[in-house]
């Protein structure tokens, strides 16, 4: 559950539900919320912001595991032509980011289902 795993992670931060939502700028009734599963379907925005406060990757909140990802990745000619056209259309490396946290967190939604 994503709230488990965010109070696990604030508490290895050494934050207060107080200090995170302050320093994230959100509510802090609703990262309570989020912690104690009454609220169990956060914004992708509220998770960035979490996340970056953290310091962790919108992933690593979400406790996917990386053995799904685990398999060798070879950078093949058609993944490179699919990287070069994103740049030539002026996707920058934050809009990759953004794009693939999406992803993420679309996935997430889907395997709560």
Do not use: C, H
């Not at 912690?35 to 979400?62: C, G, H, M, Y």
Request: proline residues 1%; without cysteine; negative net charge.
């Amino acid at each position: 559950m994503v709230g488990e795993r965010l109070k696990e992670l604030r508490l290895e931060k050494g934050y207060s539900i107080s200090e995170l939502a302050e320093l994230a700028g959100v509510s802090k009734s609703y990262l309570s919320y989020i912690e104690r599963d009454v609220q169990k379907n956060p914004s992708l925005q509220f998770l960035k912001k979490i996340a970056s406060t953290l310091e962790i990757d919108v992933e690593d909140l979400l406790g996917s595991t990386s053995g799904s990802q685990s398999k060798e990745f070879i950078l093949d000619d058609e993944w490179s032509r699919l990287l070069n056209k994103a740049i030539e259309e002026g996707m920058s490396k934050k809009d990759f980011e953004e794009f693939r946290d999406y992803l993420k967190f679309k996935k997430w939604q889907e395997e709560k289902k």
